[in-house]
C-alpha cells in the first residue's frame, strides 16, 4: 500500500515549551477539520494523514541525547495529486476557523520548515 508516485506535504514545527499547549490545541482542531472536509476519492483524495511529536534532542542522531525542552511537532499529508494539495489550502483560507490562528502560531515557534508538494519517489507498505 505504498504511495510512490503521489505527492507529500510535511511541515516540521519546532515548538517552544510555552507554545505546546497551543500547538496540541491548534492541529487536535486541524485534524478534526481534516477529517470532515478533505476528498477520499479523485485527484484531491487525501491519502494519508499523520501528526507526530516528540521531543527535540540535543543531538538529534542520538535518541539517549538530552531533550532541548523544545516540542518538534511532524505533519505528514499525502495526496493523489499536486490538486489535492491547492484544495488543502483554497479550504483552509474559506473554512478552517482556526487557519489565522494557526498562522500566528507559526509565527512564535523556534522553527517551521514545510515542503508543500513533494513527489514521493520510494514508500513501503
Not at 11 to 17: E, G, H, R, T
Not at 22 to 42: I, K, N, P, V, Y
Not at 81 to 105: C, I, L, N, S
Request: hydrophobic letters at 35%.
Amino acid at each position: 500500500m505504498g504511495h510512490r508516485g503521489r505527492v507529500q506535504f510535511t511541515s516540521v514545527v519546532i515548538a517552544p515549551a510555552d507554545q505546546v499547549a497551543e500547538g496540541d490545541r491548534l492541529l487536535a482542531t486541524h485534524a478534526a477539520w481534516m477529517e470532515g472536509t478533505h476528498h477520499r476519492s479523485g485527484d484531491n483524495a487525501l491519502l494519508s494523514y499523520n501528526v507526530a511529536k516528540g521531543p527535540e534532542l540535543s543531538d538529534p542522531s542520538n535518541p539517549e541525547s538530552e531533550p532541548t525542552g523544545n516540542t518538534c511537532y511532524i505533519v505528514t499529508e499525502v495526496y493523489e495529486t499536486e490538486v489535492g494539495v491547492a484544495d488543502h489550502f483554497a479550504q483552509a483560507d474559506a473554512t478552517w476557523k482556526e487557519y489565522p490562528e494557526m498562522g500566528k502560531w507559526l509565527e512564535r515557534c523556534k522553527q517551521v520548515t514545510m515542503v508543500p508538494v513533494a513527489q514521493i519517489v520510494y514508500s513501503l507498505w
